[in-house]
T-cell receptor
């Protein structure tokens, strides 16, 4: 059974700092991995999607990597800003029906 | 091209009533997933539907919950005789097909509160 774990559960950093969020999964049989952002009481905003054959994806200040063989992904945020404060969710798309399996999230707070 | 639409955005029900949540997928998408986010918990898969077919309902509670995706109209998640533990945010996501690489697009969610 696929399990997704995100570390740390919460993170507080000063503005301008570079940071890394971690995601691990137990079964490497995935179609892709996706990083989302969720603001309190709101829906999901897709940040980056990495296909299983890819190693990384970049969008602006965000860079996500995928090492399928070791079951790990990282989300790197450069030059963090207070507007980056949110919960970041990692999800893998399993190859048994294609549902997304989510981690518990990392709650990020960027202090001005 | 409108995104995934869900209504209502907020729904309040008393214990024992029925809740109907609607999801209109993106244009051209014929596959829908429903997920539930309980307070202080992560998002969990509930059910996967294609038009007129339930493909995977392994995440659905065995009683009181049902889902459909008719040939015409939105997908419906129905909860009968709601209890306080059903209070959660319910999200649907749609995609075009070809599971292996197509992205799921999420709706804004329906927040159900059971009094």
């Amino acid at each position: 059974k696929q399990e997704v774990t995100q570390i740390p559960a919460a993170l507080s950093v000063p503005e301008g700092e570079n940071l890394v969020l971690n995601c691990s999964f137990t079964d490497s049989a995935i179609y892709n991995l996706q990083w989302f952002r969720q603001d309190p009481g709101k829906g999901l905003t897709s940040l980056l999607l990495i296909q299983s054959s890819q190693r990384e994806q970049t969008s602006g200040r965000l860079n996500a990597s995928l090492d399928k063989s070791s079951g790990r992904s990282t989300l790197y945020i450069a030059a963090s800003q207070p507007g980056d404060s949110a919960t970041y969710l990692c999800a893998v798309r399993d190859n048994q029906g294609g549902k997304l399996i989510f981690g518990q999230g990392t709650e990020l707070s960027v202090k001005p | 091209n409108a995104g995934v639409m869900q209504n209502p955005r907020h729904l309040v029900r008393r214990r024992g009533q029925e809740a109907r949540l609607r999801c209109s997928p993106m244009k051209g998408h014929s596959h829908v997933y429903w997920y539930r986010q309980l307070p202080e918990e992560g998002l969990k898969f509930m059910v996967y539907l294609q038009k007129e077919n339930i493909i995977d309902e392994s995440g659905m509670p065995k009683e009181r919950f049902s889902a459909e995706f008719p040939k015409e109209g939105p997908s419906i998640l129905r909860i009968q005789q709601v209890v306080r533990g059903d209070s959660a945010a319910y999200f649907c996501a749609s995609f075009r097909g070809e599971i292996s690489y197509n992205e799921q697009f999420f709706g804004p969610g329906t927040r159900l509160t059971v009094l």
